[in-house]
C-alpha cells in the first residue's frame, strides 16, 4: 500500500509544465543546493529558489524577460487556457 504524506501547509502541489532546458539547469542548482545543505534536495526547491530569486525583480522587470508567441510557441500548442475573466489559473487550495 502507497503511503500518503499530507503537505506541509507553506506548500502547493502543481503540475507543470516546464522547458527542457530550464529542468537542466534546476537539476544542477538542485545539485549544488544539496551540496550547500548536506542533504538531498528535490526539484521543487531548487525552483523555488530561483522563482525566489527571480521575483526579488519586481514584476516590471520580470515581464520583460517574457518571451513572444512567435518566439515561444510551445506554450500555444499546449491547448487553450480557459480563465475566467482573464484571471490566472490557480490550484483550487488556495482559491479558497
Excluded at 526547491?45 to 530561483?50: H, Q, R
Excluded at 518571451?67 to 482573464?86: F, H, I, K, Q, T
Amino acid at each position: 500500500m502507497k503511503e500518503r504524506y499530507n503537505l506541509p501547509p507553506e506548500l502547493v502541489r502543481f503540475h507543470i509544465h516546464i522547458r527542457r532546458d530550464h529542468v537542466t539547469q534546476l537539476v544542477s542548482i538542485a545539485d549544488e543546493l544539496a551540496k550547500l545543505k548536506g542533504r538531498d534536495t528535490r526539484l521543487g526547491e531548487a525552483l523555488e529558489l530561483a522563482l525566489m530569486s527571480a521575483l526579488k525583480q519586481g514584476t516590471e522587470q520580470l515581464l520583460e524577460n517574457a518571451e513572444s508567441d512567435n518566439d515561444a510557441p510551445y506554450w500555444l500548442a499546449l491547448s487553450r487556457v480557459v480563465r475566467s475573466e482573464g484571471k490566472a489559473i490557480i490550484p483550487a487550495r488556495l482559491s479558497r
